[in-house]
Antibody
């Protein structure tokens, strides 16, 4: 059974940093791209970033490019999202999602999400 | 970017009703569309991919159709557990984009 467990969320001041992690199990992690999707309170889903299975291909949404860094450790089956220069607009639940293939496509498994609150 | 416009943004329906949700892309995307269901406080779950293929374990009352720029999600006989918000998503190109969501409420 695929399991994705996010951690690292919390309250941070504007301009601060936070690092999210996603622990994966139940599948061959290195064979699948991974993605972060976020959802602001009461709003819809927003794609944030994706990384291919080997980590060689990375994509970012314009809203986070230059501030967020996605990475993965295939030896530990973990996915990370380093978030710097956070603004109030980054307040959201962040979901880790497993892609359907080694390259990013659609998302066939999701973690439960972790809340990030950016507030003075 | 390719934007996905869903309609309606919300609808009221009763158990047993047939429900159709539409998603339009701002340019042709083949059949690179997925549909997700999300219940309050929960993560989304995949219903449909490649426009019309039912994800394993998803009830047959859900179906998807369309290609190019026009896509639909149909629930043939709404059940109580289907009251939720539904999102379409294109994976034709980056950035990946979602529709704004359709909330299906109890009439």
């Amino acid at each position: 059974e695929v399991q994705l467990v996010e951690s690292g969320g919390g309250l941070v001041q504007p301009g601060g940093s936070l690092r999210l992690s996603c622990a994966a199990s139940g599948f061959y992690f290195y064979n699948y791209a991974m993605t972060w999707v976020r959802q602001a309170p009461g709003k819809g889903l927003e794609w944030v970033s994706s990384i291919s299975g080997a980590g060689g291909t990375i994509q970012y949404a314009d809203s986070v490019r230059g501030r967020f860094t996605i990475s993965r450790d295939n030896s530990k089956n973990t996915l990370d999202l380093q978030m710097d220069s956070l603004g109030v607009e980054d307040t959201a639940v962040y979901f880790c999602a497993k892609d359907s293939a080694i390259a990013p496509f659609y998302f066939n498994s999701w973690g439960q999400g972790v809340l990030v609150t950016v507030s003075p | 970017a390719i934007w996905m416009t869903q309609s309606p943004s919300s609808l009221s329906a009763s158990t047993g009703d047939r429900v159709t949700i539409t998603c339009r892309a701002t340019q042709g995307i083949g059949n690179y569309v997925a549909w997700y269901q999300q219940k309050p406080g929960r993560a989304p779950t995949l219903l449909i991919y490649d426009g019309s293929i039912l994800q394993s374990g998803v009830p047959f009352r859900f179906s998807g159709s369309g290609s190019g720029t026009h896509f639909t999600l149909t629930i043939t006989s709404l059940q109580s557990e289907d009251f939720a918000t539904y999102y379409c998503q294109q994976y034709f190109t980056f950035p990946r984009t979602f529709g704004q969501g359709t909330r299906v409420e109890v009439q």
